[in-house]
């Protein structure tokens, strides 16, 4: 049999279809046809092999005429197939989620650059796709994935129940998630496994590893993070704030797996997307969701820095954005309501710990307008989010308890801090009646049996609401048994907390080590304390009256409100009437030994 014959022609044209680059390049001419001076011809057969540099999803990009940031479609799974328009190719079967793409187009969804940078996004650019950097190869992604089963769920009713636990018990603090964001065909499996994440936290412990099932969602979610399989920004967002709710280890251990990484991550992300700034949010198809979640962040990132002294991530002179307003949640409910207020309580809590290792350079001025902006906080809440109502009987809400449970820390560490800037030192009345308060409140809670989903930044609310107790302990030995009887309150609470949030354990330890103290080693007498530079600035008078203000409640409200609401003939400016012991009436050691114990002492659990 003779074998046919292959003219030149024929090599070249071949040539010409095995290394043709026609798709990437701008100019509509393969590389081969521009050295040869040829005119280009694609050939009308199917690829044998996919192509994946040249595939370019929708759900990566939106029109750039719009020249968005960033892109929140209402729903995500119709943006799934790709664009025959971009790349030239068919839309591919698979779910959105279940494939991994290699190549997007930067130009198509730009992040955020500001006005003022010469980098500015110009919507006249062309358009060019580079590879996705720190991307797997194909097959060890899906590899990965299967090994992992990082795309495996709990059945649905389980999944309906994370979700329903997720929405009733978190979302007044953590409104990031929408349910329209869990129903369709092809929900996000990594925002499915994020609610399955936080609702089996959210759960009670029932033996001695409460966090086994959580920690498999956390592994798949990082999983699912780290190779790139969710290509939705919004959903990844999304995700990345419900792992600012992932505490296991004490804040003194340094970690990726740490929700302060998670935070930083997010924070990153949102900058990038432009959320930080209003213009942005004209050109989002959702923008209620997106505020809600920058403001999430803020939230978060502020009761890290108030907690941990950490540097904020976001700072509010950096932002433009408008408040929140009910307009913004899917559903206008007293959960909304909580959280726009609880948003506005952090940002008081922005200013008071702005100047917290820097206290020489606050003014009076300055103090005396946190001060204000506190007291007008509380006074401006809706009347369905008081402790009270109208007739004076409590009512009893864990959201609206949580949100002044909130406040009283405010009070106390605003004391703290900045008490002694005012004439006379309005150290420790308040913050003796916020802690006695805080105790009343949790007592509630827990009898209630609601502690179980109380979240780890009350950890930190605990332990500076022990402080006063333990304060008040050492210096007025008579009160010892109202004392003890409060401190037991938020004991109790802590050996809930650390079923879930490990870090507990240390705090406990200290109590119980500060609680035994007669006296304490680094007390001070008057003449020494006058011999002491004192890092705050002039002294500022008083305000009054101050205890009424921040304090407006019945007698009934806590045993301490007869401070606020004293008898006839005593004073309620905030000053201390009883007689002290010679020793220093700050504050300053106990917070102190917490620190050191926070810092210092092994962790257990």
């Known amino acids: 049999m003779v074998r046919p014959t292959v003219s030149n022609t024929n090599l070249r044209e071949r040539a010409k279809i095995v290394r043709c680059d026609l798709q990437r390049q701008e100019d509509g001419v393969c590389s081969n046809c521009k050295r040869r001076g040829q005119r280009c011809r694609g050939s009308p057969l199917p690829r044998r092999h996919s192509d994946r540099a040249a595939r370019v999803t929708q759900d990566r990009a939106f029109p750039l005429a719009t020249g968005s940031p960033v892109s929140l479609a209402s729903n995500p799974r119709n943006n799934a197939n790709v664009s025959s328009d971009q790349s030239g190719l068919s839309p591919p079967s698979q779910p959105r989620s279940a494939h991994h793409q290699a190549i997007r187009s930067p130009i198509a969804q730009p992040g955020y650059i500001g006005e003022q940078s010469l980098m500015s996004f110009s919507s006249s650019v062309t358009p060019y796709a580079i590879p996705d950097a720190g991307s797997f190869p194909e097959h060890i992604h899906n590899e990965i994935l299967r090994v992992t089963d990082a795309k495996s769920l709990p059945p649905p009713s389980k999944v309906q129940v994370f979700a329903d636990t997720y929405f009733k018990q978190l979302y007044h603090i953590a409104p990031v998630i929408d349910r329209a964001d869990l129903v369709g065909e092809e929900p996000s499996i990594l925002l499915l496994q994020a609610v399955c994440l936080i609702g089996s936290q959210l759960r009670y412990p029932r033996d001695q590893s409460p966090t086994l099932l959580s920690e498999s969602c956390y592994l798949k979610i990082k999983t699912l993070i780290y190779t790139k399989h969710e290509h939705d920004n919004f959903a990844i967002l999304k995700t990345l704030c419900i792992l600012c709710f992932w505490v296991v280890t004490p804040p003194v251990v340094v970690s990726l797996d740490s929700s302060y990484h998670w935070l930083g991550v997010a924070v990153r992300l949102a900058y990038q997307m432009g959320l930080h700034r209003e213009s942005s949010y004209s050109k989002l198809s959702n923008p209620g969701a997106a505020r809600r979640i920058i403001w999430f962040l803020f939230v978060a990132d502020k009761l890290q820095a108030a907690a941990f002294g950490r540097p904020a991530c976001l700072v509010s002179k950096s932002m433009d954005l408008s408040p929140l307003g009910l307009e913004d949640f899917e559903t206008a409910n007293t959960a909304a309501e909580v959280f726009i207020e609880y948003t506005k309580l952090n940002m008081l809590l922005e200013r008071i710990v702005e100047f917290q290792d ?25 009347s369905n989010l008081r402790l009270h109502d109208q007739s004076g009987r409590r009512i009893y ?15 106390i560490l605003f004391v703290h801090l900045y008490g002694q800037v005012f004439h006379p030192s309005m150290t420790p009345i308040p913050s003796i009646v916020a802690s006695s308060c805080m105790a009343r409140l949790y007592q509630e809670i827990d009898d209630r049996d609601e502690i179980n989903y109380l979240t780890p930044v009350h950890n930190w609310s605990l332990m500076v609401a022990c ?29 809930c907390m650390r079923l879930k949030w490990p870090p507990a354990y240390n705090i406990l330890t200290t109590i119980d080590r500060l609680r035994t103290a007669k006296t304490h080693p680094r007390a001070h007498t008057p003449a020494e304390r006058q011999q002491k530079p ?3 600035p002039t002294l500022y ?17 806590c045993p301490r409100m007869a401070l606020v609401n004293p008898d006839v003939g005593e004073s309620s400016t905030g000053m201390e009437n009883t007689m002290m012991p010679a020793v220093e009436d700050c504050m300053d050691w106990i917070f102190d030994e917490f620190n050191l114990g926070l810092l210092n002492m092994p962790f257990v659990g």
């Open 467 to 495: 402080i006063p107790q333990i304060h008040r302990n050492i210096l007025l030995p008579e009160e010892h048994d109202l004392c003890s009887t409060e401190l037991d309150t938020f004991v109790t609470a802590l050996r």
């Open 541 to 557: 008078e008083l305000p009054t009256p101050v205890l009424t203000s921040l304090f407006p409640f019945s007698k009934d409200m």
């Open 358 to 382: 820097r206290k020489a350079e606050i003014t009076p001025e300055q103090v005396s307008c946190i001060l204000s902006s506190l007291e007008h906080w509380l006074a401006n809440l809706p």
């Open 534 to 536: 004192s890092p705050l």
């Open 397 to 411: 809400r864990r959201d609206i308890s949580e949100m002044h449970i909130h406040y009283f820390t405010c009070v």
